[in-house]
């Protein structure tokens, strides 16, 4: 595999795995409509940190594994 086809697939894999971040934050954001987590977070609120982390985490690993 040449650098150019190594390079194309980093930026589409990161294209691809930075879009699913995005709407499964903006997907759950819209399935809890009592929390606003930009206020919680805003607030220090740990609980919604520590929530959010364990999310885009688990998110990681889905997106990681299905991108290969």
Do not use: C, E, H
């Amino acid at each position: 595999m040449d650098l150019g086809r190594y390079v194309i697939s980093i930026l589409t894999s990161l294209v691809i795995g930075l879009a699913g971040f995005v709407a499964a934050y903006k997907i759950f954001d819209w399935l809890t409509p009592g929390v606003s987590f930009n206020d919680q977070l805003n607030n220090n609120n740990t609980a919604v940190g520590l929530f959010l982390a364990g999310l885009f985490i688990g998110l990681g690993l889905l997106l990681g594994s299905a991108i290969k």
